[in-house]
């Protein structure tokens, strides 16, 4: 396998399918672990702030499916109108998404373009067309890899053979594949029809409905840099061709274009009135432009200032099927126009629907039915844009950083682009899941680094875009900006996404980087500055003021020479690693006073390479993990390097991961185990390093940051397209990372993590849900144990035993070769007496041996069942009482069911044969009938009052309550009146009828010997 793939291009075709194909399998040199799916993942969400959407389409044939495609998440569908949704895209290589299409006159052709074509800064990427003859069940892909981003994909209107792809192309890089492709045989060739050169792409691609000869292309010439951004060129310009791409010509001011320079161009065609095209342009004064010849001349409608505002991440248009004067422009907000464009009005507002808009799916037979995909996913309207629904079950949060807390349930927290900054439980002990409701807002703009103030209960930090650092109180909802100045007046850069971390070993420092890393312990009352300038300080990138090219788009996110990570050591006090976007990874072992950039000592490091991700160890003090991100210079090399010695050498690492790396994560307690989350999914390393596979659980997402809990053994990973993603209880990949040969054996083991007794809540509220509300799947309830078994399949036989070693619960599982999830419920199943518990009930806190038996061979583990941290912790002794009353109850409960079998026998026996019978049989027959329906009658009662005490007894705590003493007392009595009445049938007409019958007995009957005595103490 290649070490590294540069910039995507033809050249680069061989390096990139290497890459795609290994995807799709663990790589060499590590064997798989075997049964991995067995380990719980659970996304959490949240979706009431969704994610940004990048294309929608709709079967028109059935309106009701509805196709969605994320810039990073990949895509989903819904069958029924919108309420409920379903990923569909996840066993693909990437989950950028740039065009969906669907072929109308046969629906079961799809098609997706894989990479948005809104290049921000933290743009995903994709990786080339995709089809699905199925409606979207399965997809393959049929070429145009390397494109990275395809903008538009257009079908002919009746031949499902022939569809244009519009390739923007590389973002960062100049790349060949690039311009408009088309295909005549269904995706297995493709040919380029329009190309300009390696840094123009597809801005906006259009067929007119009317004729599918006749395509405007709007070409786009840009280029991003990590500290520049320009758009416009000499390659920029729009095309128009008559014979379906064959041959094009472009089009400029002598045809009404403006003169000089031009960006990118939004295009739209009426559906009504095909010879009437608009154009919005990027210019150096930009320009709505109306053709009413099918595009062979234009006029200016708008030059205003604004008509164009930010043509980078949003130029497009859309005109009404029937009115070719409505046309709706789409960028910070949705906008319409029933004048041609002359006066525009907001269509709706972002506090129902969020702004920066980039799609609106208008329905071709009725254009009030519209729907409208932005940053914070979609909404519906049937209205023509009066009324909204937003879509709350789409869960494509584009998550930049995590952070856990040490809660019972532990919280997540996490920033996310353009949606602000949030927290949020990884559980909930409610029965709906977790909602959205269950997430606070604690921070506007674009959210990134946000933690918990782990000194106090009820303060918070969380930072947007530039460095704005502020406190949230979670009490009361007041956020407090606390961003430092410099003392002396220096100009203090922050990056887009400075660098903010915590301290492990100091719950009241907080650390923020800007060229300098900066201190306070006081919740921003005080700052020390205590490093000096940390980047390059080149001049020559620092030239953000200027970012943009024709439209100037300097709002920081091209800030640059500044810190992105701060790392303080989890072992040693006064060790900081800090890591710029301009190569530099710098360390202090003096807790600020001296500094030594590292990177000198990195063979084969990017030269001024973006630091995403520094990790020191939890192991050894001198040991840390750096990631290069190198996607924004076009390079996607994997570069990880691990440092033993403080960072006087270093090794690298992880060069067979076909994918750019993002985050890396080193397990707390195994020094083995190392996560990475890339562009491309999540990848671990059980051998420090050596090798690595990818987890086949979690989808080709960008994961940016990732988080394993120390007390708990979760990983938690923050995805930037599909929210928070848990997986509980990583201990047995712990287990194989410290001793490989555990695989070898029968069976085995793993340590299980904490375990919470607690009470199951109704939903806060809701009583129904329907079908269209988000709900994150919550933990199981009780201890997971996770069991390795060798080959082949077998049934296992699992033991629960007290302190004692007494045992409190039993049962029999099936296991598979590889991982195995078995949970206990945390019930006492036939325990053993001396244990103080009763069938059915919850064991009590404490520390319990659990012992696997399968063919012959044992392993046993340790579960820590823990109180309820809600509540005061149950009283032992207080319980004994309850647990003698439960066991009474339970035995009167059994006594009641004997009875109830026995007079059941009975009538089924004798009905079967009453029939059959004559004289004297008949007559004891039908008396024997009669006398059971008369106990059953009189028995009804009696049987519950009998349920009565087992039911209140088993959901109480400590010492037995007035109210179940006169249950208990009210179950005494009627439990001899039970006894009495079925030990009278038994030996009266039961017997009598069975001495009429000799050995003539009918099958089934049952045994007459009486039940005998019994009580219940109260």
């Excluded at 269904?186 to 300009?196: F, H, K, Q, T």
């Excluded at 036989?797 to 302190?803: F, N, S, Y």
């Amino acid at each position: 396998m290649p070490a590294a793939c540069p910039r995507p291009n033809l050249r680069t075709f061989a390096c990139l399918t290497t890459l795609a194909l290994a995807l799709a399998a663990p790589l060499v040199g590590q064997a798989p672990v075997q049964g991995i799916e067995a380990l719980t993942v659970r996304n959490i969400g949240p979706a009431g702030m969704s994610g940004r959407v990048s294309a929608v389409d709709v079967v028109l044939s059935d309106p009701s499916i509805i196709f969605v495609g994320s810039a990073t998440g990949g895509v989903f569908r819904s069958r029924d109108g919108g309420v409920s949704w379903e990923p569909i895209f996840d066993d693909q290589p990437a989950l950028g998404i740039g065009a969906v299409a669907v072929f109308q006159p046969d629906p079961s052709i799809v098609w997706v373009g894989g990479g948005e074509g809104n290049p921000r800064n933290s743009a995903g990427v994709g990786d080339g067309i995709f089809r699905s003859r199925d409606g979207g069940d399965s997809w393959e892909r049929v070429g145009l890899e390397g494109s990275e981003r395809i903008h538009r994909v257009i079908t002919h209107p009746t031949d499902p053979d022939i569809v244009w792809a519009g390739v923007m192309g590389p973002a960062w890089s100049d790349g060949e594949i690039r311009g408009v492709y088309k295909t005549v045989d269904g995706g297995d060739s493709w040919e380029r029809v329009l190309y300009v050169d390696e840094s123009t792409g597809v801005g906006d691609l259009v067929i007119d409905p009317s004729n599918p000869d006749r395509l405007f292309a709007a070409m786009w010439d840009y280029r991003r840099y990590p500290d520049f951004f320009h758009s416009g060129g000499p390659g920029s310009g729009l095309h128009l061709t008559e014979d379906g791409g064959a041959t094009w010509s472009r089009l400029g001011p002598d045809e009404g274009l403006p003169e000089g320079e031009l960006g990118r161009m939004g295009l739209a065609i009426s559906p009504s009135d095909p010879w009437i095209v608009y154009a919005l342009v990027e210019a150096t004064r930009s320009e709505l432009l109306r053709s009413d010849d099918g595009g062979r001349t234009f006029t200016t409608v708008s030059d205003r200032p604004g008509i164009a505002p930010r043509p980078f991440y949003y130029a497009d248009l859309r005109v009404d099927p029937a009115d070719p004067d409505r046309i709706y422009s789409l960028h910070s907000s949705a906008q319409v126009s029933t004048d041609g464009g002359e006066t525009f009005r907001t269509m709706v507002s972002s506090s129902i629907l969020h702004g920066d808009v980039h799609e609106l799916w208008i329905d071709p037979t009725d254009g009030r039915h519209m729907i409208m995909g932005n940053d914070g996913g979609i909404g519906i309207s049937w209205d023509g844009g009066d009324n909204w629904r937003f879509v709350e079950n789409l869960t494509l949060a584009q998550f930049y950083h995590i952070s856990l807390d040490d809660r019972v349930p532990f919280n997540v927290y996490g920033g996310l682009q353009d949606n602000g900054s949030w927290f949020g439980p990884t559980d909930v002990w409610e029965n709906k899941g977790i909602l959205n409701a269950h997430w606070t807002r604690v921070g506007g703009g674009d959210g990134f680094s946000v933690f918990d103030d782990a000194s106090s209960d009820r303060w918070g930090y969380s930072m947007s875009q530039g460095g704005n650092l502020q406190t949230f109180d979670r009490l009361t909802g007041q956020r407090r900006g606390i961003r430092p100045a410099h003392p002396d007046g220096v100009d203090l850069r922050f990056n887009w996404n400075a660098a903010l971390s915590t301290d492990p070993l100091d719950p009241s420092a907080l650390y923020l980087g800007s060229q300098f890393v900066h201190r306070t312990r006081d919740r921003g009352a005080s700052w020390e500055i205590i490093s000096p300038d940390l980047t390059t300080d080149d001049p020559a990138k620092q030239r953000w003021g200027e970012s943009g090219g024709l439209t100037t788009d300097a709002t920081g996110a091209e800030t640059h020479t500044t810190l992105i990570d701060i790392s303080p050591s989890p072992l040693v006090d006064g060790v900081i690693w800090a890591g710029s976007d301009d190569g530099n990874v710098q360390v202090t072992r003096d807790d600020g006073d001296t500094w030594t950039n590292t990177v000198p000592a990195m063979t084969g490091a990017p030269e001024t390479g973006w630091v995403a991700d520094i990790e020191p160890s939890h192991h050894e003090p001198g040991r840390a993990w750096v990631v290069f991100d190198e996607h924004r210079r076009g390079d996607w090399t994997p570069y990880l390097f691990r440092t033993d010695d403080f960072g006087a050498t270093w090794r690298r690492m992880g060069d067979d991961i076909p994918a750019f790396l993002l985050a890396v994560e080193e397990d707390p307690h195994e020094p083995n185990l190392v996560f990475v989350g890339t562009e491309f999914g999540l990848y671990m390393t059980l051998n420090g390093g050596t090798d690595w596979q990818r987890v086949p659980t979690i989808p080709a997402v960008p994961i940016r940051d990732l988080e394993l809990h120390e007390r708990d053994g979760d990983l938690v990973l923050g995805t930037h397209g599909r929210g928070v993603w848990v997986i509980d209880g990583v201990h047995a990949l712990r287990g194989l990372a410290a001793r490989p040969e555990l695989a070898d054996e029968p069976v085995h083991l793993f340590e299980t993590g904490p375990t919470w007794l607690h009470n199951t809540a109704e939903a806060i509220g809701y009583r129904s849900t329907g079908m269209a509300m988000w709900q994150g799947a919550t933990r199981d309830y009780g201890a997971l144990l996770t069991i390795h078994r060798g080959a082949p399949s077998a049934e296992a036989t699992i033991r629960v035993e007290d302190g004692m070693g007494l045992q409190v619960a039993e049962w029999t599982a099936a296991l598979e070769p590889g991982l195995n999830r078995v949970v206990w419920d945390l019930e006492a199943n036939d325990p053993a007496e001396g244990t103080d518990l009763a069938d059915g009930m919850e064991v009590w806190p404490g520390r319990y041996t659990v012992t696997v038996d399968v063919e012959g061979a044992r392993s046993s583990g340790t579960v820590e069942v823990h109180p309820d941290p809600r509540v005061p912790a149950p009283d032992r002794m207080a319980g004994r009482e309850r647990v003698q009353a439960l066991r009474e109850a339970s035995a009167q409960s059994d006594l009641a069911l004997e009875a109830m079998r026995r007079v059941r026998l009975l009538q089924q026996s004798v009905s079967q044969v009453m029939d059959e019978l004559s004289g004297d049989r008949a007559d004891r027959a039908e008396a024997l009938l009669a006398a059971i329906e008369g106990y059953q009658e009189q028995s009804a009662g009696d049987a519950a009052a009998l349920r009565a005490p087992a039911s209140r007894l088993r959901s109480g705590t400590g010492p037995v309550e007035p109210h179940e003493r006169m249950l208990m007392e009210r179950a005494a009595t009627a439990v001899e009146a039970l006894r009495s009445a079925t030990d009278a049938l038994l030996t009266g007409p039961a017997t009598d009828f069975a001495a009429a019958m000799g050995d003539d007995l009918p099958d089934g009957f049952p045994e007459l010997t009486p039940l005998g005595a019994g009580g219940m103490t109260p």
